[in-house]
């Protein structure tokens, strides 16, 4: 068979988030099998330059694509739907990746085919909040570039060197709980992402130097690929240190939200510190090594693609059920807006009232602004 042509559609492509690398590794992998991937953001950047270092093409304008692509490999259901209401005549598989964010939620439209779910999380809420049938969800657990992430040497026998792996670290989030954890236990810490202001652009290059590694979803699984001790850790809550016995459970919920249940105190983390085991550490690293290889994932995904466009081609297009779809999404985007700016409005009135408040207070504990005040309560009673 030829090589497809997949027009990859995401919210930005411009920093190192799950979803903005998981683009970057897909298209790759494609362009390494023969195929043509093309990438749809409306917000390029460092990332979609490097992207076209290695050949793939960014766009932030669908008309500047000269040809409609055989399949579209949809991520976030703004930029999914824009492509399936651009190109009328290709099938479309939607990747969803996040339990939480809006810009996960699943489009319904007769051209999806398929829905993939990252983890069963995932599924869950494709099946369960969004009713897509059963028959038409897959699970496709994520994947890590072997070839990027090399094994290190042995773990010691206790943990010298700690790292907090997340765009989400601060002292606002977990960051300060995994610094007195690990104090506690005599070990160094240092921190990789977003929010403290270091960010790595080949983290295969730095997950080496640390035995332990505090970390959710794709950092975890890095970590876990190079051969470090890994405990489920982010911003939402923590969950335990990656054992054997504990890993099938944790892989199929790709080491994320649902696996964060425990709570960010240093006590919680220091007692998974406690469990670490450099030989159960080891073991868990060869069986990440043996199943979750990119070039595998970038295959089934082919296989996937070259399935949906089979099934398109027999069944063809209902254009007045597109119509009725594209109405409903759009009455369902608006929905969504409307919610969103009126709790925007709700906050911002309870900040303001919250800080008349204050000032009334203030001034009525001053004699020479009593009456203002008296006169400011009045105003604000209506």
């Known amino acids: 068979m030829g090589g497809l042509r997949v027009l990859i559609t995401n919210n930005a492509v411009r920093g190192r988030t799950g979803s903005e690398l998981y683009v970057r590794d897909v298209a790759l992998g494609l362009l390494a099998r023969g195929h043509t991937p093309v990438v749809y953001t409306p917000r390029a950047g460092e990332l979609a330059r490097e992207l076209r270092g290695e050949t793939v093409p960014v766009v932030e304008d669908l008309a500047q694509l000269g040809a409609p692509p055989d399949i579209i490999h949809g991520q976030h259901h703004v930029e999914t739907m824009t492509a399936l209401l651009h190109f009328t005549d290709s099938p479309a598989v939607f990747f969803c990746h996040g339990w939480l964010p809006w810009d996960e939620m699943p489009p319904r439209f007769p051209r999806i085919l398929r829905y993939v779910a990252v983890d069963d999380t995932c599924r869950d809420r494709l099946l369960w909040e969004h009713a897509v049938p059963a028959e038409r969800v897959r699970v496709q657990l994520n994947f890590v570039d072997l070839e990027r992430f090399r094994p290190r040497g042995p773990l010691p026998a206790r943990p010298a060197r700690a790292l907090v792996f997340s765009n989400y670290a601060s002292e606002e989030t977990h960051l300060g709980?995994?610094?007195?954890?690990?104090?506690?236990?005599?070990?160094?810490?240092?921190?990789?992402?977003?929010?403290?202001?270091?960010?790595?652009?080949?983290?295969?290059?730095v997950l080496g130097g640390y035995d332990l590694v505090f970390a959710k979803g794709r950092c975890a699984l890095e970590a876990l690929a190079v051969g470090a001790a890994v405990v489920l850790c982010d911003a939402?809550?923590?969950?335990?240190?990656?054992?054997?016995?504990?890993?099938?459970?944790?892989?199929?919920?790709?080491?994320?939200?649902?696996?964060?249940?425990?709570?960010?105190?240093?006590?919680?983390?220091?007692?998974?510190?406690?469990?670490?085991?450099?030989?159960?550490?080891?073991?868990?690293?060869?069986?990440?090594?043996?199943?979750?290889?990119?070039?595998?994932?970038?295959?089934?995904?082919?296989?996937?693609?070259?399935?949906?466009?089979?099934?398109?081609?027999?069944?063809?297009?209902?254009?007045?059920?597109?119509?009725?779809?594209?109405?409903?999404?759009?009455?369902?985007v608006f929905a969504e807006v409307r919610r969103q700016r009126e709790e925007i409005e709700h906050k911002q009135k309870a900040i303001a009232d919250s800080t008349a408040v204050r000032l009334r207070a203030r001034l009525m504990g001053v004699p020479l602004f009593g009456p203002l005040a008296r006169r400011l309560a009045r105003r604000l009673a209506g």
């Open 236 to 332: 939402v809550g923590s969950g335990p240190l990656v054992t054997t016995g504990e890993l099938p459970r944790l892989r199929r919920l790709n080491f994320g939200v649902r696996a964060l249940a425990g709570d960010l105190r240093p006590e919680t983390l220091a007692a998974e510190i406690s469990r670490y085991d450099p030989r159960d550490a080891a073991e868990v690293s060869r069986h990440i090594r043996a199943t979750a290889d990119r070039g595998r994932a970038v295959d089934e995904i082919v296989e996937l693609y070259r399935e949906v466009v089979a099934e398109y081609r027999t069944r063809g297009r209902d254009a007045d059920a597109e119509w009725r779809a594209a109405s409903d999404y759009l009455r369902g």
């Open 177 to 205: 709980a995994a610094r007195e954890a690990c104090a506690r236990a005599g070990i160094a810490l240092d921190v990789v992402g977003q929010k403290a202001g270091r960010v790595a652009a080949e983290p295969e290059k």
